[in-house]
């Protein structure tokens, strides 16, 4: 399975700053994603980061609020914009595991305290 | 009615106990299917697929029923080490996930 890392772990952050997370994977990869999970909900899709092209929005989540950049086959980017408290939760990035079902990986997981 | 409900849990079993999980999925056109398991302060990660066929690997089996739009995970033998949240998810188009809120299960010696 790939080897996903992400950085900062985890950070607490001021009302009205933007917290970028980075995800790095050891292989190329055709398919990453960024998820949420706040606190007592499931796993939210946010978008899918296509390299070379503009991230694909889920319902709910606008690229001004979250903007995110996908360079290369290894590495992604998310920004938290604009942040207020609403917007802790844990952010994961993950990536598909190839192969013949839509298995994906999960990074460790950023934990985003917003005060 | 959300695309993917567990049961709520929290689940409390004594070492050795079979318990099972139920998930139903709202969306017909769903393709695949998964349990996942996830510890505190942990990333999620994949325990099985489900298959049509129901599948097994060692103490746990995965049910799926299309026609009902259930899928199940029972778990044999329970040990301290199966205390997790397991989080049922389903797969569409484009290999987006869908994810239930997952139920807590605590084995207890």
């Known amino acids: 399975s790939a080897v996903i890392s992400q950085k900062p772990s985890r950070d607490i952050c001021q009302r009205g700053t933007s917290l970028t997370i980075q995800c790095q994977v050891d292989?190329?990869?055709?398919?990453m994603f960024w998820y949420r999970q706040q606190p007592g909900q499931s796993l939210t899709l946010i978008a899918t980061a296509n390299q070379g092209s503009e991230a694909t929005y889920e319902s709910g989540f606008v690229i001004d609020k979250f903007p995110i950049s996908r360079p290369n086959l290894t590495f992604s980017t998310l920004t938290v914009s604009n942040m207020s408290p609403e917007d802790s939760s844990i952010y994961l990035c993950?990536?598909?595991?190839?192969?013949?079902?839509?298995?994906?990986?999960f990074g460790p997981g950023t934990r985003l305290t917003v005060l | 009615r959300k695309e993917v409900e567990q049961d709520p849990g929290p689940f409390n079993v004594p070492e050795g106990a079979t318990v099972a999980f139920n998930c139903t999925y709202s969306?017909?056109?769903?393709?695949?299917f998964f349990w996942y398991r996830q510890d505190c302060r942990k990333e999620p990660k994949l325990l099985m697929s489900?298959?049509?066929s129901g599948n097994e690997d060692g103490r746990f089996t995965a049910q799926l029923n299309r026609a009902s739009q259930y899928i199940s995970l029972l778990i044999r033998d329970s040990k301290l080490s199966d205390s997790a949240t397991y989080l049922c998810g389903t797969g569409g188009s484009n290999y987006k996930l869908t994810f239930g809120k997952g139920t807590l299960l605590t084995v207890n010696p």
């Open positions: 993950s990536v598909e595991a190839g192969g013949p079902t839509d298995t994906q990986y």
């Open positions: 969306n017909s056109a769903s393709q695949s």
């Open positions: 292989s190329q990869v055709t398919m």
């Open positions: 489900v298959y049509s």
